[in-house]
């Protein structure tokens, strides 16, 4: 998961100054473990407003699919509800009459549109109504809004940054079971999450409207100023009396267990993971050394440090990242691989929990998989138009293979994700095999590599050609079985998509051909091949022009008559980018479209600088050329293009 991306993201000089290479600013003020402002402004994703789910009133309150029903918590459910639909509520509740009931009826049938839905959308049913009738539906408590109050108690047991992301008013807290008003009645994994973090009985829940609980959360947390993870480890610092030495060779389980579930640990791991995935960070890593324990998150490809622990709550956080993860806790000895599932605001976000021992204790990555935020999109994925035209033409080909490169972390998943996306029709069946399945897409069957019992992308992959598929994805091509077999669907009439790990596109020529594939198979049946690499976007918001200086311009090997009439910007960091200077990324893109030329050049064994050569000779823009037009063009700055493309080139 280590990329070797550098840790130091630096901000471009302040104009005038020239950058000095090796010597990187330091990230800008904002410490991703301070969460500097509570920036509720931007939510993972804006709940629905009371979640038109419950349309298919025989089922009512199904969760998110696959996960057994909890047993415990929860509101209580619909007992007299069990034969009532929705439809039929909102017609005892006199909001519709019998007639519009089975015209709506009629229309949910035909186009599979939530009945809710459509009665809004006819102005039948206002939002109030429809909280009215799912509180009824669901046998909840409708909440006056109006009306509340929260208990200080309530408030003080959930930390702010868990309500905003669970989008959740904590309302009283009493012998342990804590009561929240919640919008989204259908959502109720939610309230197992909130009792396994918060380590308490019970959560019940009741219903009010989403913008009413928003308002309400914040005027409940204004007063009290939010707890930061600095705050949390300062006040941890001084209890010496928690936690171990750091050579733990005989520590019992029992106060392992006993220091996992000590509430600060609780709180601390929950804020750590909550905030992660607040700031859309990739992978949190905890790392032991012998004299610290540092937290570093990845948002955007960059590392960041935050506050470290106490070295002596190393064994205790990371036991109680174990416990969340269904981990052996006694188990210290050897690497564990695990899993936790949160249900935030309407969505499954996933953490794969990575265990490997090491000199000094556990270190411990957690990848952090949020399916529902990603909008895949071949449009929004930052491709040229040009190459977006000839890229779609290779992708609906009806066999073939489809090659996207580059490192770990080039955002090459997203992108065939998104042409998957686009693909996606009723009438091709596709599979995936992919390690580890990154985003649930509808319509997909996707399959996990598992490497502890042999399933590896060949194994897979050969039995997915048994499946009948029209279209493949294999997360990678990492060595000649992969690909003969990649080849051999290609040739017995599918497109296989997969990726390669080289830096350009002419390099996974020369890859593929020292694997051992034939050249003549490379030449059959590979359609194209697309580079790509992640920049930084520019703050919108805090973007400013500024004059580079010589220095800068020789980083991006460039003459000062190259730069004549370019303008350049930075982000100078504000509220809206955590004080980064930066949002979001953007892709760089190669691509390289096979033809009777380059089959020529490839069959006669061309080196991969022969193959640039001819691709370039031919107008073919390579990363390089096609960063400088990000840049140029005022999406990113000098930096990212230095260190994504630049020194690519030079190695
Ligand atoms: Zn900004």
Redesign the pocket.
């Known amino acids: 998961m280590a990329t070797p991306t550098p840790n130091d993201p630096k901000k471009p000089a302040q104009p005038g100054q020239p950058a000095k290479p090796g010597q990187p600013a330091k990230p800008p003020a904002a410490q991703p473990g301070q969460p500097a402002k509570p920036q509720g402004a931007q939510p993972a994703k804006p709940a629905q407003p009371a979640k038109p789910g419950a349309a298919q009133p025989a089922k009512p309150a199904a969760g998110p699919p696959a996960k057994p029903q909890p047993a415990k918590p929860v509101a209580k459910k619909k007992e007299k509800s069990a034969v009532r639909t929705l439809g039929v509520i909102l017609v005892d509740l006199g909001f519709i009459d019998d007639a519009q009931l089975a015209s709506i009826e009629e229309e949910a049938r035909q186009t599979d549109i939530h009945l809710d839905r459509i009665a809004m959308d006819r102005g039948l049913l206002n939002e109030d109504q429809l909280l009215q009738a799912m509180a009824e539906l669901h046998g909840m408590a409708l909440v006056n809004m109006d009306e509340v109050k929260p208990t200080p108690e309530a408030i003080k047991a959930v930390p702010q940054n868990m309500a905003e992301l669970y989008k959740m008013l904590p309302l009283k807290m009493e012998a342990d079971v804590l009561t929240v008003v919640m919008s989204d009645p259908n959502n109720l994994m939610a309230l197992d999450d909130l009792r396994n973090m918060l380590g308490i009985r019970q959560v019940t829940a009741q219903l009010g409207p989403l913008s009413k609980i928003e308002a309400a959360l914040a005027k409940a947390y204004s007063t009290t100023k939010e707890e930061s993870i600095g705050d949390l480890i300062a006040s941890l610092a001084s209890d010496m009396d928690m936690g171990f030495g750091k050579r733990e060779n005989s520590i019992d389980i029992a106060s392992v267990e006993e220091m996992a579930n000590a509430a600060p640990v609780r709180k601390l791991v929950n804020m750590v993971l909550l905030m992660g995935i607040k700031d859309h960070a990739s992978d949190i890593h905890f790392e032991p050394f012998e004299d610290e324990f540092k937290m570093r998150y990845r948002c955007d490809g960059v590392l960041y440090e935050m506050v470290p622990p106490p070295r002596h709550l190393a064994t205790a956080i990371s036991s109680r990242i174990k416990v969340m993860s269904n981990l052996d806790i006694a188990e210290r000895r050897l690497p564990q691989d695990g899993r936790i599932e949160l249900n935030i605001g309407g969505n499954t976000v996933d953490m794969r929990v990575s265990v490997l021992p090491t000199m000094f204790g556990e270190s411990i990555v957690v990848r952090v998989l949020d399916k529902g935020r990603v909008g895949l999109d071949l449009d929004k994925i930052g491709m040229p138009q040009d190459i977006l035209v000839q890229f779609r033409e290779m992708i609906s080909k009806p066999n073939g293979i489809s090659l996207v490169t580059g490192p770990t972390g080039a955002g090459k998943t997203t992108t065939l994700y998104s042409a998957l996306s686009e693909l996606n029709l009723i009438t091709d069946k596709l599979i995936t095999t992919e390690d580890p399945v990154e985003y649930e897409i509808e319509g997909l069957i996707q399959c996990q590599i598992n490497h502890e019992i042999d399933l590896t992308f060949a194994s897979a992959l050969r039995a997915i050609l048994r499946q009948d598929p029209d279209k493949i994805l294999v997360g990678e091509i990492r060595d000649l079985e992969t690909a003969q077999i990649a080849i051999q669907a290609s040739l017995t009439g599918h497109m296989v998509f997969s990726t390669l790990h080289t830096n350009d596109a002419p390099g996974s020529v020369t890859r593929l051909r020292d694997m051992g594939v034939e050249p003549f198979l490379i030449t059959a049946t590979v359609e194209g091949i697309l580079a790509q690499r992640l920049v930084r976007r520019i ?1 919108p ?2 973007k400013t022009e500024f004059e580079p200086s010589r220095d800068q311009i020789m980083e991006l090997n460039l003459k000062p008559e190259d730069t004549r009439g370019k303008k350049f910007y930075f ?1 100078e ?2 509220d ?2 955590n004080n980064l ?1 930066f ?1 979001g990324r953007t892709g760089i893109y190669e691509l390289l479209v096979m033809n009777d030329d380059l089959r020529d050049l490839i069959s006669k064994g061309g080196s991969t600088d022969q193959l640039r050569a001819y691709t370039r000779s031919k107008g073919n823009r390579g990363l390089r050329e096609r960063g400088l037009d990000a840049l140029f063009s005022g999406l990113t700055t000098i930096d990212e293009i230095v260190r994504e493309t630049v020194l690519d080139e030079e190695s």
């Open positions: 703050c918001v805090c982000g960091g504000c809206k980018c200077g949002k």
